[in-house]
Structure formats: structure tokens, C-alpha cells
């Protein structure tokens, strides 16, 4: 079947739509909040020979880009001749899809007159696996909850009831992570039926012809946009917290004509605990990374992944060997994109973002309802600033580089007895600059009855500052507490019924030198509480004179006036000093 330019956009758009559709089904049906609310989940139509074509609008690089990857492992276990109308087919392994247990991979092929034409898959974020309440405390991943092997979640329509027992036997959240897991096998079911439709509407017999040619145009568009980076090697490093000790991650990116090669070679080596990233994660972020960095535009799918190269070393912490922990490998895996940003800025440092928050904040809080003495567990995420841009500033709260989203306080509090007592953008957290980095959040959380409660915070850069480009400054730093004292992370933690968790997620570096800011952006930033009086003046060498009265509570615009004259002498005087 030969397609022509026109014909190709039209299939291409409408393949698009049945994705969002399949995607649309599943936020709207899940039980969960991680799913319905948070949208930690990936959607993607594949091929007869498991190669990813699209994805849906949204989702999060760890789980689009590793269950893209992974699903050669499903077609492997069950080969077509195995499977009949009505198969589903699921997994959690972390090795063969999305690097941790939590996250349920589900699997199923489109029969058309008896002959499988495509794939449906998608992945989501389970609120509870068993086991170890999520964190990174365990020492091997047999502790962290139940592992479900590529099996058959349905059979021929019917579901596999023996499996559906198990895990409601060892699940905290039967409900809820049976229900996804419906959730998700009808958001394939509706994405089947739609590309079935679409099928008959336009005559065709397979999609695979389809297929190849949006797979080739996509890899031929990356290595087009690859030949317009300058070939050379460049490194770069960042330090995560680590969990006992601090990790060392490191990169060599190597561009060569039309291909990119990554080698995370003198990372640390994996951990003893649950932080560890299985390769195909890693993979999954670094060509994230290269197409957002290099070509945006370029749809991702298996033609994507083909200019680029990534090795790390086995027994590394970007290439872990079982039975390794797993858990919190988000809290690695997601400073992988600054990572690599950061030995491309010097290379194409107009077309990369400074350092960011990184990893999104993620939260499993443990309560019993004073009332009906029912137990709840809840995940919240909360996200930090990105690094600032080239030409823009970086964007507050927002979750880059995983897409998940925050948990409004209304969400919150109906799940579980605790209230949200502060939440607010942190002054002073983005990090100075030509453009600011974007600002993390200040947040407050407290519990509602008698009994003790828990918190398992799975956070970082507690103690590694998001780095700033081209004189930029760093991000603040994140902070935890309880009661006003730092406390321990990626731990349960236990607390008394009145304690108060402080949760301030870090903010994003800024870019450029602070002293080339014009001075009515920064005066707009103290007007809108991002900015302090101080810091305009300290970092970025700006007066701005408050003419209301301290105790004032209110405070608008008319208060603030920018002291032009006296701001030109302050950044003359730190220029020549």
C-alpha cells in the first residue's frame, strides 16, 4: 500500500485521536487518583510486531518510552498463534516494562476476521503492590510487593479470577488497584474497537504498511535534526541524594552524523536500596530527553528511539542487575533528561533548559478515618520548578520530567483524615537569572484524629542544588520536616496524631547572568510574591522601594516602586567590582 503525503496526514490524525481516545476511557474510568488525577500512565497503539506507531496526548516518559521498548517481551512469552479475541496480557516486572512493581503494564491484541492487526498497551502507576509501604527502604526487590509475571489478566473475555484473587489477598488497596487494572483493559477494548472502525472507514486491510511509514519518516526527521548538531563528545554530571550516601551520575554524549550515542559510564554503582533503575527506564528517559532537546516535533514512536544509542554499565545504578531494589527508581531516573540537557548546553546551549527540580515529590500517607475506623492510603504528588529556558523563564510546580500533575487539596482530603494547611508558591526558590528558574512549593500537612499516622516521602535534591546555565544561578533546595526539624526521606516515618509534615519541593536554576534581568520583570516578580524586596536587590541588583505600611496584610502593585537610577549604579558598581 502506497500512501501519499495527503492520505498519511489524514491516517496519522486519526490513529492520534484513537490513542487520545483509548487514554480519555482510562483517566475517566480509573479508581485511582496517581491515574485519574495525577495522569501517571502512558497509552500507545503498536503494530503487529510490537513497534510502538503513537501515543496518547499525555503521559509520562517512564511509562511511554519503557513499555514501548517492553513490549517485544509480551509478543516473546505469548506469540500471536497463542492468543484468541478477548486475551489480555499484563505484567509488573520491573526488567521487562517500567522499573518498578507499582507499575502495571496491560497488553492487548485487535483481531480483525481472526487475524491479530495490532496492539494496544498501556501503563499505569497501582496505588499499592503489597509489601513494603513505597519507599526506598527495601534491600531487594522481593520485598517491595507482589510480581506478576506476563500472564493473562483475560482469557478469551473471561477474567483470570485465580490472579484477580491473589492480588486483592495482597494489596492494601484492593478496590482501587483491581479497578485500574479494569480500567486500563477497557481503555485498550475502546482503542481496539475505534481502530477497527477506522480500518473499515478507509478500505484498509493491515496498518502495518501505515506503521512503516510513520516509523521511517520519524527516524529520518531525528537523524535530520542530528546532523545540525555539531559532532564532538560532551560530559557532564550531577549528585542525587542518594539514600545512605549521595550518587554520582554522569554522561558522555557522543554526536556522530546522524546517531547519538550515550554512555552513563562512571555513574555509581547500584545501590543497596530501593533507588535503583533498571535499563530500560534509563533508556527510556535519555531518548526523552534527546528528541525534546533536539526535535520536538517529531512524533515518538519506534522510529525515535533508533538514531539513539544509550549503554550504562551492568551493576550500575542506571543499569541494576536482580534482584536488585527498585521502588523509588523515579528518584534517579528523572535527573536523567537535566542530566544529559547539561552536556548538550555546550553544544546547543540556546535549545536546553537548566537544571530543574528533577524528580517529582511523591508521597504515600497512611491514616485510620476517625469515624468509621477504616484505614486509608493515599499518594500525593507535588512538583517543583523547572529550569529556566533560553528566552523564557522556567515554569513553576510543574512536573518536567515526568508530565504527572498535583493532587488539588479538595482531591486530598476526601481520600484520606489529613488537611492541607499551606500550599503556596516558594519565594525565592527559582534560581536568579537572565530568566528565573521556576519556583517549587511551600507546603503544609496535617492529620485528622487520634491515632498515629505515616508518611513515606520519596523526594530529592535535599541536598544537590538544580544547577543554572550561562551564569545562572542555582534553584533553592527542597525541604522536609516534621515539627519544625529536618526529617528522614525515602523512609517510613511514623508521627504522633498532632505532628506537621513541612514539604517544600526545590526549585529550577535560572539562566544568564541575574544583573542582565530587566528591572520591571523583577519588580513584577516582588509584586507577585516571587521575588523578595531582598533577593531583588542581592541577586539581581535591583531597588524596589515598599512605600506601605509594614503591618499591612494586603499588599497591591501601587506599593512597590522601582528605583530606576539607584538600580543602574548598584549593577555598574557589581559589574566593574
Same mark, same amino acid.
Given at each position: 500500500?502506497?500512501?501519499?503525503?495527503? $492520505?498519511?496526514?489524514?491516517?496519522?490524525?486519526?490513529?492520534?485521536?484513537?490513542?487520545?481516545?483509548?487514554?480519555?476511557?482510562?483517566?475517566?474510568?480509573?479508581?485511582?487518583?496517581?491515574?485519574? !488525577?495525577?495522569?501517571?500512565?502512558?497509552?500507545?497503539?503498536?503494530?503487529?510486531?510490537?513497534?510502538? %506507531? +503513537?501515543?496518547?496526548?499525555?503521559?509520562?516518559?517512564?511509562?511511554?518510552?519503557?513499555?514501548?521498548?517492553?513490549? #517485544?517481551?509480551?509478543?516473546? *512469552?505469548?506469540?500471536?498463534?497463542?492468543?484468541?479475541?478477548?486475551?489480555?496480557?499484563?505484567?509488573?516486572?520491573?526488567?521487562?516494562?517500567?522499573?518498578?512493581?507499582?507499575?502495571?503494564?496491560?497488553?492487548?491484541?485487535?483481531?480483525?476476521?481472526?487475524?491479530?492487526?495490532?496492539?494496544?498497551?498501556?501503563?499505569?502507576? *497501582?496505588?499499592?503492590?503489597?509489601?513494603?509501604?513505597?519507599?526506598?527502604?527495601?534491600?531487594? #526487590?522481593?520485598?517491595?510487593?507482589?510480581?506478576?509475571?506476563?500472564?493473562?489478566?483475560?482469557?478469551?473475555?473471561?477474567?483470570?479470577?485465580?490472579?484477580?484473587?491473589?492480588?486483592?489477598?495482597?494489596?492494601?488497596?484492593?478496590?482501587?488497584?483491581?479497578?485500574?487494572?479494569?480500567?486500563?483493559?477497557?481503555?485498550?477494548?475502546?482503542?481496539? /474497537?475505534?481502530? @477497527?472502525?477506522?480500518?473499515?472507514?478507509?478500505?484498509?486491510?493491515?496498518?502495518?504498511?501505515?506503521?512503516?511509514?510513520?516509523?521511517? /519518516?520519524?527516524?529520518?526527521?531525528?537523524?535530520?535534526?542530528?546532523? $545540525?548538531?555539531?559532532?564532538?563528545?560532551?560530559?557532564?554530571?550531577?549528585?542525587?541524594?542518594? &539514600? !545512605?550516601?549521595?550518587?554520582? @551520575?554522569?554522561?558522555?554524549?557522543?554526536? !556522530?552524523?546522524?546517531?547519538?550515542?550515550?554512555?552513563?559510564?562512571?555513574?555509581?554503582?547500584?545501590? $543497596?536500596?530501593? %533507588?535503583?533503575?533498571?535499563?530500560?527506564?534509563?533508556?527510556?528517559?535519555?531518548? &526523552?530527553?534527546?528528541?525534546?532537546?533536539?526535535?520536538?516535533?517529531?512524533?515518538?514512536?519506534?522510529?525515535?528511539?533508533?538514531?539513539?544509542?544509550?549503554?550504562? =554499565?551492568?551493576?550500575?545504578?542506571?543499569?541494576?542487575?536482580?534482584?536488585?531494589?527498585?521502588?523509588?527508581?523515579?528518584?534517579?531516573?528523572? &535527573?536523567?533528561?537535566?542530566?544529559?540537557?547539561?552536556?548538550?548546553?555546550?553544544?546547543? =546551549?540556546?535549545?536546553?533548559?537548566?537544571?530543574?527540580?528533577?524528580?517529582?515529590?511523591?508521597?504515600?500517607?497512611?491514616?485510620?478515618?476517625?469515624?468509621?475506623?477504616?484505614?486509608?492510603?493515599?499518594?500525593?504528588?507535588?512538583?517543583?520548578?523547572?529550569?529556566?529556558?533560553?528566552?523564557?523563564?522556567?515554569?513553576?510546580?510543574?512536573?518536567?520530567?515526568?508530565? #504527572?500533575?498535583? #493532587?488539588?487539596?479538595? %482531591?486530598?482530603?476526601?481520600?484520606?483524615? %489529613?488537611?492541607? @494547611?499551606?500550599?503556596?508558591?516558594?519565594?525565592?526558590?527559582?534560581?536568579?537569572?537572565?530568566? /528565573?528558574?521556576?519556583?517549587?512549593?511551600?507546603?503544609?500537612?496535617?492529620?485528622?484524629?487520634?491515632?498515629?499516622?505515616?508518611?513515606?516521602?520519596?523526594?530529592?535534591?535535599?541536598?544537590?542544588?538544580?544547577?543554572?546555565?550561562?551564569?545562572?544561578?542555582?534553584?533553592?533546595? +527542597?525541604? &522536609?520536616?516534621?515539627?519544625?526539624? *529536618?526529617?528522614?526521606?525515602?523512609?517510613?516515618?511514623?508521627?504522633?496524631?498532632?505532628?506537621?509534615?513541612?514539604?517544600?519541593? =526545590?526549585?529550577?536554576?535560572?539562566?544568564?547572568?541575574?544583573?542582565?534581568?530587566?528591572?520591571?520583570?523583577?519588580?513584577?516578580?516582588?509584586?507577585?510574591?516571587?521575588?523578595?524586596?531582598?533577593? *531583588?536587590?542581592?541577586?539581581?541588583?535591583?531597588?524596589?522601594?515598599? @512605600?506601605?505600611?509594614?503591618?499591612?496584610?494586603?499588599?497591591?502593585? !501601587?506599593?512597590?516602586?522601582?528605583?530606576?537610577?539607584?538600580?543602574?549604579?548598584?549593577? $555598574?558598581?557589581?559589574?566593574?567590582?
Amino acid at each position: 500500500m502506497k500512501l501519499d503525503p495527503i $492520505q498519511l496526514e489524514v491516517l496519522w490524525n486519526r490513529l492520534l485521536s484513537v490513542a487520545n481516545e483509548q487514554q480519555t476511557t482510562l483517566v475517566r474510568t480509573a479508581f485511582s487518583t496517581i491515574v485519574r !488525577e495525577s495522569l501517571d500512565l502512558a497509552c500507545g497503539v503498536f503494530d503487529t510486531r510490537g513497534q510502538m %506507531i +503513537g501515543q496518547s496526548l499525555t503521559g509520562t516518559p517512564g511509562h511511554i518510552n519503557p513499555m514501548a521498548t517492553g513490549a #517485544v517481551h509480551f509478543l516473546n *512469552a505469548y506469540p500471536p498463534e497463542t492468543l484468541e479475541p478477548g486475551d489480555v496480557l499484563v505484567t509488573n516486572d520491573p526488567w521487562q516494562t517500567a522499573g518498578q512493581i507499582n507499575d502495571f503494564t496491560v497488553l492487548t491484541p485487535v483481531f480483525r476476521d481472526a487475524e491479530i492487526v495490532a496492539y494496544f498497551a498501556n501503563c499505569c502507576h *497501582a496505588p499499592d503492590i503489597g509489601g513494603r509501604i513505597l519507599s526506598a527502604e527495601a534491600r531487594e #526487590v522481593f520485598e517491595e510487593g507482589l510480581r506478576v509475571p506476563i500472564t493473562k489478566l483475560f482469557s478469551g473475555g473471561e477474567p483470570n479470577r485465580e490472579l484477580f484473587k491473589i492480588l486483592r489477598a495482597n494489596v492494601r488497596t484492593p478496590n482501587e488497584t483491581v479497578g485500574d487494572l479494569y480500567a486500563q483493559t477497557s481503555s485498550n477494548a475502546v482503542g481496539a /474497537r475505534s481502530l @477497527l472502525q477506522m480500518m473499515d472507514e478507509f478500505g484498509l486491510v493491515t496498518i502495518d504498511p501505515l506503521a512503516d511509514e510513520i516509523i521511517s /519518516r520519524s527516524e529520518n526527521a531525528l537523524r535530520d535534526a542530528l546532523e $545540525q548538531i555539531p559532532n564532538g563528545s560532551y560530559e557532564h554530571e550531577v549528585w542525587s541524594d542518594g &539514600f !545512605e550516601e549521595p550518587l554520582r @551520575l554522569k554522561v558522555a554524549v557522543t554526536v !556522530e552524523e546522524r546517531d547519538i550515542h550515550i554512555n552513563f559510564a562512571g555513574s555509581s554503582p547500584q545501590s $543497596q536500596r530501593g %533507588i535503583n533503575v533498571v535499563l530500560n527506564y534509563t533508556k527510556g528517559y535519555a531518548s &526523552f530527553a534527546v528528541k525534546a532537546a533536539i526535535s520536538p516535533e517529531v512524533p515518538h514512536n519506534e522510529g525515535s528511539f533508533r538514531p539513539v544509542h544509550i549503554e550504562a =554499565p551492568e551493576g550500575s545504578i542506571l543499569n541494576c542487575v536482580e534482584p536488585a531494589a527498585v521502588a523509588s527508581r523515579h528518584l534517579v531516573g528523572h &535527573f536523567l533528561p537535566g542530566l544529559i540537557f547539561g552536556a548538550l548546553a555546550q553544544a546547543i =546551549p540556546d535549545r536546553v533548559l537548566a537544571g530543574g527540580a528533577d524528580p517529582a515529590w511523591m508521597s504515600i500517607w497512611r491514616a485510620t478515618w476517625p469515624h468509621s475506623r477504616k484505614p486509608a492510603n493515599f499518594t500525593l504528588f507535588q512538583l517543583g520548578g523547572t529550569g529556566a529556558r533560553p528566552t523564557k523563564d522556567g515554569l513553576s510546580t510543574t512536573g518536567f520530567p515526568s508530565g #504527572v500533575g498535583g #493532587v488539588p487539596a479538595e %482531591i486530598m482530603e476526601s481520600q484520606a483524615p %489529613i488537611l492541607q @494547611l499551606r500550599r503556596e508558591l516558594r519565594t525565592d526558590s527559582g534560581g536568579g537569572g537572565k530568566y /528565573r528558574g521556576g519556583l517549587g512549593q511551600a507546603t503544609r500537612i496535617a492529620h485528622v484524629g487520634e491515632d498515629d499516622w505515616s508518611v513515606s516521602a520519596m523526594i530529592d535534591r535535599t541536598r544537590f542544588a538544580a544547577h543554572g546555565l550561562n551564569g545562572g544561578l542555582p534553584g533553592a533546595l +527542597g525541604e &522536609f520536616e516534621l515539627d519544625g526539624a *529536618a526529617a528522614m526521606a525515602k523512609s517510613v516515618l511514623w508521627m504522633k496524631p498532632d505532628s506537621v509534615v513541612s514539604m517544600n519541593p =526545590p526549585g529550577g536554576g535560572g539562566y544568564g547572568d541575574p544583573l542582565d534581568r530587566e528591572p520591571c520583570r523583577v519588580l513584577d516578580d516582588v509584586v507577585n510574591g516571587y521575588v523578595s524586596l531582598a533577593a *531583588a536587590l542581592e541577586v539581581y541588583g535591583v531597588v524596589v522601594h515598599y @512605600l506601605g505600611r509594614p503591618d499591612q496584610l494586603v499588599r497591591l502593585p !501601587e506599593h512597590y516602586k522601582l528605583d530606576r537610577e539607584a538600580t543602574s549604579k548598584v549593577r $555598574q558598581r557589581r559589574r566593574t567590582s
